[in-house]
């Protein structure tokens, strides 16, 4: 079965800095994987996904992820970060089956943006 | 373009009460998938279907069923409501021969059990 750390609870960066969210996955195949963002209260927002190919992914907002097989990790990165920016964030793994998907999401990052 | 949309969107409930919510796929999806998320919590999932038959299921209690019509939208029963049931329970739709497998989540519904 599939599963998903996000070692990181909690990361408060400054606005305009770089960020940079962990994800670690555990997979027996190639996985499919994803960043989800959610604002309190509402619902989950997809920022990118990897499922082939290029393993440096560009998603919506400048945010941007690298699939590393040899490190079971997905990264999400943001060079500068905007204090719209602050909201939680979740890693997900996906197991496909036969065209079912099927999601097992990280814990969370909740991102604080500093003045 | 269209989205999920589920209602309703927020829906306050005594114990053992009875609840349903709604799902409505994006036009053309096929695959509709239903997550529970507890307060703090990351999403669970719970069951989903294709063509209006189960195609997985996760930790859903049993005192909870769902299904899919034949406009691919979907209902989740809850009966006798806990107090552990308060989550927010999003529905997400998917297109099966989408080979991204990428799934479309809905805004959720909020339940309160009081």
């Known amino acids: 079965a599939q599963s998903v750390t996000q070692p990181d609870i909690h990361i408060t960066v400054s606005e305009g800095a770089s960020l940079e969210l962990r994800c670690n996955y555990s997979?027996?195949?190639?996985?499919?994987l994803f960043w989800y963002v959610q604002s309190p209260g509402q619902g989950l927002q997809l920022l990118l996904k990897?499922?082939?190919?290029?393993?440096l992914v560009q998603g919506i907002k400048g945010f941007e992820a690298e699939f590393k097989r040899s490190q079971s990790s997905f990264n999400l990165r943001k060079p500068s970060v905007h204090w719209s920016d602050a909201a939680e964030y979740f890693c997900?793994?996906?197991?496909?089956?036969?065209?079912?998907?099927?999601?097992?999401f990280g814990t969370g990052t909740r991102l604080l943006v500093s003045p | 373009a269209a989205g999920v949309i589920q209602s309703p969107r927020h829906l306050i409930k005594e114990k053992r009460e009875t609840a349903t919510l709604k799902c409505y796929p994006i036009?053309?999806?096929?695959?509709v998938y239903w997550y529970q998320q507890g307060p703090g919590q990351d999403p669970q999932f719970l069951i989903s279907?294709?063509?209006?038959?189960?195609?997985d299921k996760g930790s859903i209690p049993d005192r909870f069923s769902a299904q899919q019509f034949s406009d691919y939208h979907s209902e989740l029963n809850m009966s006798s409501l806990e107090l552990g049931d308060s989550a927010l329970y999003f529905c997400?739709?998917?297109?099966?021969?989408?080979?991204?497998?990428?799934?479309?989540f809905g805004e959720g519904s909020r339940l309160t059990v009081l």
């Open positions: 997400a739709s998917s297109l099966y021969q989408d080979p991204t497998g990428e799934l479309f």
């Open positions: 036009p053309r999806h096929d695959t």
């Open positions: 997979y027996g195949a190639t996985p499919y």
């Open positions: 997900a793994v996906g197991a496909r089956n036969t065209g079912f998907q099927k999601l097992v």
């Open positions: 279907f294709y063509e209006k038959m189960q195609s």
């Open positions: 990897y499922f082939s190919g290029d393993t």
